[in-house]
C-alpha cells in the first residue's frame, strides 16, 4: 500500500504530503513496514512470469 491517495484524518490533507506529525508517522510507518510496498502490480506479475520460465526451463533440463 502507498500512501499517495490517502488522506489524514487530523488534517485533512494528503499523507504524502506530510502536512503534520500525524501523516508524517504515518508514512514513515507505511514505508518502514512494507519493503514491497513500492513495487507496483505490473512489477510483481513480471517477477511471476520470470519466475515460471526458470522453474519451466529447469524442468526442461531435467527432463533431457
Known sequence: ??????VCANCAGPVSEGRCSVCRAERARLHQDNPFGSLTPATLL???????AVVWAVHEAAAV
Not at 500500500?1 to 490517502?6: G, I, N, R, S
Not at 513480471?46 to 515460471?52: D, R
Open 1 to 6: 500500500m502507498t500512501c499517495d491517495h490517502l
Open 46 to 52: 513480471a517477477l511471476l512470469v520470470a519466475l515460471l
